[in-house]
């Protein structure tokens, strides 16, 4: 099982009105981790879109928030392949200040044709990379 | 059991380049309901805050994208509140363009002090007003 | 010289840790008013685009912040023509709550096609329509 | 004169359904680069507001949206100070994809009280600081 992590630096942007990370902003935490994650393995997004016409898309997420992030925080966020079926995958992310979690969530990612929406089959050497990473 | 609906347009700072609503923002969708819920009670974020000294923090969420809202599409926002505690309640919020569910999520609410983010006892009349809608 | 208004509520994703609304987010109220203007004249931004292969994007603001705009706030944001060329217009927008003035700003305007996003000349009748609220 | 240079790779949270990055979130990139100018001087937001007390906020912004960026750019944005008073300065900041302007703004900056968010002088070692950089 391999981990991937990233660096996400906490901007005024991120906070709310009562100091900390407005909540929907940890999603925007975990799917620059993802996209880094994909980019590592040279499939950035637009490249995935552009060259392989596929998305891959959260279909449902689970979300704790455990402790707050505040400004000018360096977090850490992690993506760690938890399974892998035919059309998506399941993904567990956190997201740390050094060695305290402040949320975790299970992700699950489906593969869709970029402009029908449909679901699609990930394709084999995309499949074996993730599977790799099990 | 009490629904409340609110009305959301979708703007172009909610799309992103796959021509959908970015998953994240659907939590804003649902946010921007729960404070107009606690508004119809006399109960704005704001004046929770200032004046109770009380801040209704997520603990969690699950949410699963069903299907995509786009550009100009009106939503509707529900929230149901599912049960309730001494510091906390559970409420059921879905995401619907005319009568297709876009996102259902579910997510377990805290009470806590404004600014020691340390959780606290529901106020009496709080707790009877969140009560009388189950 | 006519002027269109548009409601705005100040939600906790609108604020930052300064207890105020992030000066990015005022744009994001400024362009809520104008996809209303133009729905208002039956043009809303996505028919603009599929039927018209049309978008009218922003070349410049100048954006004065005069005043902070708090959570919970109820916001009017105006939009009022100032000049009308072949390929462009020019907006003022103010952000007002009651009637202090938070923030004022001119907009220049382009009509671009919407997939090449090269300057096309406005249709007739849409700058027919923009001609007359000057 | 000095040139500071910070990066910003652009992710979907960033786009909206034009395919490029939202108007107002150009205004994030700036606010980023303005926050690690002052971190490399040992001066992070957190760390003025919590301990001199003080916030820099933006009193007016002149923005050229000359070319859009893209999903997955690589963004380069700079921090040049132009003018320095007793309670305030003027920035130019520019946002390049290699040796490509797409937007170049001028910021008017102020000095206020954290909490009562009344212009004050700014203190003579961040003055001091500031204009070394002239």
């Given at each position: 099982?391999?981990?991937?992590?990233f660096?996400?630096?906490?901007?005024?942007?991120d906070?709310?009105?009562?100091?900390?990370?407005?909540?929907?902003n940890?999603?925007?935490?975990?799917?620059?981790?993802?996209?880094?994650?994909?980019?590592?393995?040279?499939?950035?997004?637009?490249?995935?879109?552009?060259?392989?016409?596929?998305?891959?898309?959260?279909?449902?997420?689970?979300?704790?928030?455990?402790?707050a992030?505040?400004?000018?925080?360096?977090?850490?966020?992690?993506?760690?392949?938890?399974?892998?079926?035919?059309?998506?995958?399941?993904?567990?992310?956190?997201?740390?200040?050094?060695?305290?979690?402040?949320?975790?969530?299970?992700?699950?990612m489906?593969?869709?044709?970029a402009?029908?929406?449909?679901?699609?089959?990930?394709p084999?050497?995309?499949?074996?990379?993730?599977?790799?990473?099990m």
């Open positions: 099982m391999q981990q991937f992590d660096s996400v630096r906490v901007y005024y942007e906070t709310d009105a009562e100091g900390v990370v407005y909540y929907a940890y999603l925007k935490f975990l799917e620059r981790a993802r996209s880094e994650w994909l980019r590592q393995h040279d499939l950035p997004v637009s490249k995935l879109a552009s060259q392989q016409h596929l998305i891959f898309v959260v279909r449902r997420v689970e979300i704790d928030y455990l402790q992030a505040r400004l000018d925080d360096l977090l850490s966020v992690s993506v760690v392949v938890k399974s892998l079926s035919k059309a998506g995958f399941v993904l567990e992310q956190q997201i740390k200040r050094e060695d305290v979690i402040l949320s975790k969530a299970i992700l699950k489906a593969c869709l044709d402009t029908k929406f449909k679901p699609v089959r990930i084999t050497e995309i499949n074996r990379m993730i599977n790799k990473e």
